[in-house]
């Protein structure tokens, strides 16, 4: 079984500041660990993801996670906050079955 | 490419009707497609999951009866919502996979409203 907790539902920084989304994982098994964002009235899409490869991880946007299996997390970063980033983002971690389990989101507000 | 189309995207019904939601993969073959229901301000939960061909697995508490999945082909997939009701407004989202992938796709969401 897998579970995923994101701390913070509401994240706010500055224009240009770091961003810090956190994200921790309990899986059964070696986990497949994903960030997604999700716009307003919009799908998801997959920022990045880690399958097991380097343990950071760069993806799309200037993101990028790093997998710390010593601490089970696998928390979001982007060095420097631009005002489009403004949006939900969701933990998943999936295990052999391929199924994601969702974390309960992030709201991150981005402040001119 | 991984491009997920779901149609309509946005319906609004009178209780009582039904509902059908399409899902298609656009430029690839997906073996497995899933559906999601996110309430407002609420993450993804997972209805089912379908393979082609084959019948939909429900996650608990997801009346099957009620939320009649086919997937006729490797790139279609169809949620029905019978006798809809208020409580079933929400917005639904599917998403597809391969084998060879793992990943999945998501597709932009049907945002259902049931008067």
């Known amino acids: 079984a897998q579970s995923v907790t994101q701390l913070g539902s509401h994240v706010s920084v500055s224009e240009g500041a770091l961003v810090l989304l956190r994200c921790n994982y309990s899986s059964s098994v070696p986990p497949y660990l994903f960030w997604y964002v999700q716009y307003p009235n919009q799908g998801l899409q997959l920022l990045l993801k880690y399958t097991s490869a380097a343990t950071l991880v760069k993806g799309i946007n200037g993101f990028e996670a790093e997998f710390k299996k010593s601490e089970t997390s696998f928390h979001l970063t982007k060095p420097s906050a631009h005002m489009s980033d403004a949006a939900e983002y969701f933990c998943a971690v999936s295990g052999s079955a391929r199924q994601l389990t969702f974390g309960s989101g992030t709201q991150l507000t981005v402040l001119p | 490419g991984a491009v997920v189309s779901q149609h309509p995207s946005r319906v609004i019904c009178k209780s009582g009707t039904s509902v059908k939601i399409e899902c298609r993969s656009l430029d690839f073959q997906a073996t497995t497609m899933f559906w999601y229901r996110q309430f407002p301000k609420q993450s993804l939960m997972l209805m089912a999951t379908?393979?082609?061909?084959?019948?939909?697995?429900?996650e608990q508490g997801v009346e099957k009866d009620k939320f009649l999945i086919n997937h006729a082909s490797l790139t279609l997939s169809t949620l029905t919502v019978t006798s809809a009701h208020p409580e079933d407004s929400s917005f639904y989202i599917c998403?597809?996979?391969?084998?060879?992938?793992?990943?999945?796709?998501f597709g932009p969401g049907t945002r259902l409203t049931v008067l």
């Open positions: 998403s597809a996979s391969t084998l060879r992938q793992g990943s999945q796709f």
């Open positions: 379908s393979n082609e061909g084959s019948k939909a697995t429900y």
